[in-house]
């Protein structure tokens, strides 16, 4: 919307207030930097209320902010299209002992192509990436490369519904942490670099073997996890 509708947005916001609500915080994207920067450039004075984001709450898993490293985004791969780009990010966090944040793949009001090519626009179900689904490419992914960033051994926490009051944060081996079902969405992954003894007790709460009512994962039931709505 910000990308297509900028001057709709700001046009009259000389001379009466305008609010842009976003999701998370609102410097998020470098297009709610660019629409500031319009703003600005047009002599109309801007007020940002700052918001909570995963950027943040992730914190709550156990690692220290200030020891994570450069994000990342993993997409849906398809029969065509597997980017590993990622990847390098993940083994240049690695090596430097700092954690990486893993943002999962959603896809909302995407367009049916074959149905689009015949001139009729359908839109598919809504799919929200799962833990499960990113480990697994991860893995595909370092068999491929083979450069050791990471392995089935690799500490990671999966992190379902964050701030939720049925927020799930798992910690376990990346193997034994594609085995759990994390329910509904949203999900986030966070791949661990080198942990420091405070993190390591607060991890410690959120290991398989202290979360005994975890549920195994269902790949039938995670299909349909995986186009559910909000």
Known sequence: ???????????????????????GDP??????????????????????????????????????????????????????????????????????GVHTLCLLDIKVKEPNLEKLARGRVVYEPPRYMSVNT???????????????????DTLAIGIARLQADDQLIVAAPMSELKGIDFGAPLHSLVIAGSVHVMEEEMIECFRIRNQPGLKPYTPQLAASDDESGL
């Not at 370092?142 to 450069?147: L, M, P, T, W």
């Open 134 to 152: 990113a480990v697994e490419q991860l893995l595909e992914v370092e068999s491929r490369r083979g450069e050791g960033a990471y392995g089935p």
């Open 27 to 96: 410097f998020g994207a470098t297009t709610h930097t660019d629409l500031q920067l319009r703003a600005r450039q047009q002599g109309i004075p801007v007020k940002v209320v700052h918001n909570a984001s995963v950027m943040n709450a992730v914190g709550a898993c156990g690692l220290q902010l200030y020891r994570f490293g450069e994000s990342i985004s993993i997409v849906f791969f398809t029969d065509t299209w597997r980017p590993d780009s990622f990847y390098d990010r993940i083994r240049d966090n690695r090596r430097a």
């Open 1 to 23: 919307m910000v990308e297509s509708e900028a001057e709709r947005i700001l046009k009259d916001a000389d001379k009466e207030d305008v609010a842009f609500l976003v999701v």
